[in-house]
């Protein structure tokens, strides 16, 4: 019954060379119907989608775009893995996706996948820049040589998807013929019965993946090497020859088959590269299009982000006052209605971030940018891909962590992933305002206004920190990978707004169902600590303010809540905690109430304004800005009578709130995005130590 | 010679590349003897250069430039 059912699905692995029109054609035949799942033991996402073509269903797995199938990365290790069923189920056919105008190129990978002896066809895509070219490309010829049907697309412009549904409902995969004259008859076939495989071609691929494969046992890799050994068997020199033969072979394959054009791009890009790749027009380019994707994300992102604000604190009020009220009510109400809406309020910024990435990436921009920038990232252990993570950092950290995916030097991504949270994203903006407007006066210097140079100066402190901690960590972590930047600079095209949108939707997705549990998950303990304390006090100071509250006219009900919401949070085990890290923060300028700030802004850094709004009972109203620091400003140490809020408190806060993590949505996505609690444990502990220091430091300087 | 040393905008041929754990990587995107190869632009400080090569703009660090061997000159 299980098999019966199993079999009326079928799985399909996509796969080609990247900039190649992969993604377009597998989210052409899948829409939205995706789903992002795991490898086991692997970082890099396994992407399927779902369709139907009559009444067939299908299962479409997006492998990783590849050159070839030698084990460089994870995504070739996936790509082999995948289509040998080698831990994970075998897909019944895979369709290779070549580029009609580099055919030579693409076939590399084309053949390799068809000595795996695995059912397929060929897509050969971009037709109509190969008619451009003047390439024409003998199909059936090809089909003859190659044993494997071929269908001519152009994704972009949806034509030839018609044949490509044919293909599949027709089922009309075919098994090649083997293509590259392979040696070691004896050894592989040893491998291929030891491991159950069909083809000598897959016992080949598993002896020069033996030393990269992490979820090959040990007995087994031994066993490799050991035979390869006693062969004579060198995968560094066999897989040169395998290249080697491959395109010698496809080159007078591709003779008989294809008449060639001038196979030339057209003089409009070489014209266009001169401006975006110039020493100088290229870099104010750049910073022109950052500059308007910024203005864009502020000025889009806002409504959006005060209209989630609003609909989840009316959502939080509506519980509240229908349900009966009890700890469950609070609960729903103020633990996880208000922990989801910490969540959704940053689908704007990611939508929109990644919606611009994503029409950069497909115009063909972006690799020019990597082109332009390498060279500056390279002295602090940074790589030409690490400047869209660093900069998108400016808005927020999560986008900008979740875009260092195809940063593809293990150690390079690290510290990118590591850095990009002291980029000063637009959540330090609040604290920032508040205690500029608290310590910097309103006044001019040499025409400056004061309180807009400090912050351009908190800014510049960010991104100071950011080369800098990239700068030691080139020299802390350690890698055997060499760095190195081979990128295709592909033509420029008109970006495809389909690709951009499910771009915006899949990111979005990503980051709720993803790092959207555990933001929810510490929301709730920090709601939790904040809202009760040990057994007795919470419940007196509640019947006191209820025993007050009777007793006053209506016009000082406003100010006894704010103060009993004060003496509540005091209460509390947060307030607790608060008042104990006290002697460790003095240091630093700070006294408790700061203290519990510190704390509760963990879940986000403009939490500081509410908390201290609610600590020093300014009310509910703490959207004016005004009457906090009014009250701020009257705040004195109990013990000696000093004000709290000096300039040395403020410098020593703002460079505090600069430099530590104090953003528990980072810290999700930088689990989610390095698979391990290691690195954000890490990053939070290093984070909170540098900023530490440096706020004790700024606070000696200036007091 | 190897491919630092291209002037700009003219065509050269590629004879060769040196053995590095990155040969395997330059042959499958497309960098082998016989291609015809060209230098399109270079970004400022030795920063990466951008080649032609039949067809396809591909952008190499000078580390990585150095390892193509051009033929003749």
Redesign the interface.
């Known amino acids: 019954m299980e098999v019966s059912e199993k079999k009326a699905v079928k799985s399909i692995a996509i796969i080609g060379n990247p900039n190649v029109g992969k993604s377009s054609i597998f989210n052409q035949l899948t829409g939205l119907n995706q789903k992002i799942g795991n490898y086991p033991g692997m970082t890099v996402d396994k992407m399927m989608g779902y369709f139907q073509i009559g009444n067939k269903s299908f299962e479409l797995i997006d492998l990783p775009g590849t050159y070839s199938l030698y084990p460089k990365s994870e995504d070739e290790i996936i790509a082999q893995k995948v289509l040998n069923g080698l831990g994970m189920e075998k897909p019944d056919a895979a369709l290779v996706v070549l580029d009609a105008c580099n055919l030579e190129r693409s076939l590399l990978l084309g053949t390799q996948v068809l000595d795996l002896g695995i059912p397929m066809a060929f897509v050969v895509n971009m037709k109509d820049l190969a008619e451009k070219r003047g390439l024409s490309i003998q199909t059936f010829a090809l089909y003859k040589e190659l044993g494997v049907p071929l269908v001519l697309t152009d994704a972009r412009n949806n034509q030839g998807l018609e044949a490509v549904r044919d293909l599949l409902s027709n089922d009309d995969f075919a098994v090649g013929k083997p293509f590259y004259e392979l040696g070691f008859a004896a050894l592989l076939e040893e491998v291929r019965l030891k491991f159950g495989f069909e083809t000598p071609y897959q016992a080949f691929q598993q002896l020069v993946f033996a030393g990269y494969d992490p979820m090959l046992d040990q007995e087994r890799k031994q066993w490799l090497e050991d035979k390869a050994r006693s062969h004579g068997f060198d995968s560094q020199i066999q897989q040169t020859r395998e290249t080697n033969q491959r395109f010698e072979k496809i080159k007078s394959t591709l003779s008989r088959t294809q008449s060639s054009g001038s196979g030339k791009p057209k003089k409009f890009h070489a014209t266009l590269d001169k401006v975006l790749m110039h020493p100088v027009w290229g870099y104010v380019t750049f910073l022109g299009i950052m500059l308007l994707i910024f203005q864009a994300i502020f000025a889009w992102a806002e409504a959006p982000m005060d209209l989630i604000d609003g609909v989840f604190a009316a959502l939080s009020g509506w519980v509240s006052d229908t349900l009966p009220p009890g700890v469950l009510t609070d609960l729903l109400s103020e633990g996880i209605i208000t922990g989801i809406g910490g969540v959704v309020i940053f689908i704007p910024q990611i939508a929109l971030l990644f919606g611009f990435l994503a029409l950069l990436e497909d115009t063909g921009y972006f690799s020019r940018v990597v082109f332009l920038m390498d060279r500056l990232m390279r002295p602090f252990g940074l790589h030409g891909k690490s400047i869209v993570p660093l900069i998108s950092g400016m808005a927020c950290a999560i986008p900008g962590i979740m875009a260092t995916r195809n940063i593809s030097n293990t150690k390079e991504r690290l510290i990118t992933i590591l850095v990009t949270p002291w980029m000063s994203c637009s959540a330090r903006l609040p604290v920032y305002i508040i205690l500029i407007g608290l310590t910097v006066p309103d006044e001019a210097w040499l025409g400056i206004n004061l309180q807009a140079l400090a912050l351009l100066v908190m800014y510049l402190i960010g991104a100071a920190f950011t080369l800098l901690g990239a700068f030691a960590l080139k020299f802390v972590l350690k890698s055997q990978e060499k760095s190195f930047l081979m990128t295709e600079l592909p033509i420029y095209r008109m970006p495809r707004w389909q690709t951009v949108l499910l771009t915006m939707f899949n990111k979005s997705k990503i980051f709720v169902l993803e790092a959207g549990k555990v933001i929810l998950a510490i929301s709730i303990v920090l709601w939790v600590l904040a809202s009760y304390g040990p057994s007795g006090e919470m419940e007196a100071i509640e019947a006191e303010e209820k025993a007050m509250l009777e007793n006053v006219v209506e016009e000082q009900k406003f100010e006894l809540t704010n103060e009993f919401a004060s003496r509540k949070l005091e209460a509390s085990y947060i307030g607790i905690l608060g008042k104990a890290i006290e002697p460790a923060i003095r240091p630093l300028g700070y006294d408790w109430k700061i203290g519990i700030a510190l704390l509760t802004s963990f879940a986000a850094r403009e939490v500081f304004v509410a908390t201290v709004a609610t600590i020093y009972s300014v009310g509910e109203n703490v959207e004016d800005e005004l009457t906090i620091r009014e009250k701020l400003n009257k705040q004195v140490h109990a013990d000696t009578g000093e004000k709290v809020f000096t300039r040395a408190t403020g410098f020593s806060l703002m460079v505090f709130y600069a430099l530590a993590m104090q953003c528990m949505s980072t810290v999700a996505v930088v689990y989610r995005e390095t698979k391990s609690w290691k690195w954000p444990v890490l990053q939070t502990i290093g984070m909170t130590i540098v900023a530490y220091l440096g706020a004790l430091i700024t606070y000696q300087i200036w007091s | 010679m190897t491919a630092t040393g291209l002037k700009i905008n003219q065509t050269y041929e590629i004879e060769g590349i040196s053995a590095s754990?990155?040969?395997?990587?330059?042959?499958?995107?497309?960098v082998?003897p016989g291609k015809s190869i060209s230098l399109?632009?270079?970004?400022?400080?030795?920063?990466?250069m951008?080649f032609?090569i039949?067809?396809?703009?591909?952008?190499?660090?000078i580390?990585?430039a150095d390892l193509i061997q051009i033929k003749g000159s």
């Open positions: 754990p990155l040969m395997v990587r330059m042959m499958e995107m497309g082998m399109l632009q270079k970004a400022p400080f030795k920063g990466p951008a032609l039949e067809g396809n703009i591909l952008a190499l660090r580390e990585e």
